[in-house]
């Protein structure tokens, strides 16, 4: 005689249905999430120009590069520099420089010049451009601040934003 019952086993089968269907659940909200977060996943980009679409909290966010290592950028006027995250030194293969003083809305603080080698969005390229890794920092977006986004010409209209590169 067999241990399992036919019962036994539909009810596993119907257990695991469940757990199937909860993970692929899980799986296309997560994805939908981070649509809502970043738009712009996939860009529109044709030579020296980027379209980009604001997200559901006003924001742009885009996904782009720094020294060839794929990142997430949010684009923030405000910043005087590129900040970026110091846990993200060896995985952007950065140096650390001498240290920086910087206000935010936090207050002052401390963090560490770098250079980046390139850095880039779509068909949008630069080269030897100022940054900052600030070990306060805790999440993984780079701040896309103005010493990126002054060599380039931006045009808002709705909830889209064009950067072209002045060439």
């Known amino acids: 005689m067999s241990k399992f019952s036919p019962q036994g086993i539909g009810k596993g089968m119907i257990y695991a249905a469940w757990l199937i269907i909860l993970g692929l659940l899980t799986?296309?909200?997560?994805?939908?999430?981070?649509?809502?977060?970043?738009?712009?996943?996939?860009?529109s980009a044709t030579s020296g120009e980027v379209i980009l679409k604001r997200n559901r909290n006003g924001h742009y966010v885009t996904n782009g590069r720094i020294n060839g290592k794929s990142v997430v950028f949010f684009?923030?006027?405000?910043?005087?520099?590129?900040?970026?995250?110091?846990h993200l030194k060896e995985y952007l293969n950065l140096e650390q420089g001498?240290?920086?003083?910087?206000q935010t809305a936090n207050g002052s603080i401390r963090t560490y010049h770098t250079s980046l080698d390139n850095i880039g969005i779509g068909a949008i390229e630069l080269h030897n451009v100022r940054a900052s890794l600030n070990p306060q920092?805790?999440?993984?977006?780079?701040?896309?601040?103005?010493?990126f986004l002054k060599h380039l010409e931006f045009t808002q209209r709705g909830d889209t934003l064009i950067l072209r590169q002045n060439l």
């Open 27 to 43: 799986l296309f909200f997560n994805q939908y999430l981070d649509k809502e977060y970043n738009p712009n996943q996939n860009i």
């Open 75 to 86: 684009l923030d006027t405000g910043a005087t520099i590129v900040s970026i995250p110091a």
């Open 98 to 102: 001498v240290p920086l003083m910087a």
């Open 137 to 147: 920092m805790q999440m993984n977006e780079i701040l896309l601040g103005m010493s």
